[in-house]
Nanobody, 113 residues
């Protein structure tokens, strides 16, 4: 069984930064590609960024140049550094280990002045 715990969300002003964390347990974290998703009210869940076991990354066009995904395999933890935040980044953010059918509760990010 896999457990995912997202944290680090909160209220931030436009232009600010947040760093999200995804702590995992119950699986071999280091062997899975991981990603961050987000879902705003009334919107479909969208993939924001991915990182492979080898460290190759990919980003949605909407966040490219502003967000950075990373992972620390020794700590079984993934991260999403979010800079230059915009109001349209407001959503619940979820981490996901590819090939594992499990989601955490997510962490709320609200960008507002």
């Amino acid at each position: 069984q896999v457990q995912l715990v997202e944290s680090g969300g909160g209220l931030v002003q436009p232009g600010g930064s947040l760093r999200l964390s995804c702590a995992t347990s119950g699986s071999a974290f280091s062997i899975y590609t991981m990603g961050w998703y987000r879902q705003a009210p009334g919107k479909q869940r969208e993939l924001v960024a991915t990182i492979t076991t080898a460290g190759m990354t990919n980003y949605a066009d909407s966040v490219k140049g502003r967000f950075t995904i990373s992972r620390d395999n020794a700590k079984n933890t993934g991260y999403l550094q979010m800079n230059s935040l915009k109001s349209e980044d407001t959503a619940v953010y979820y981490c996901k280990l590819f090939a594992i059918n499990s989601w955490g509760q997510g962490t709320q990010v609200t960008v507002s002045s």
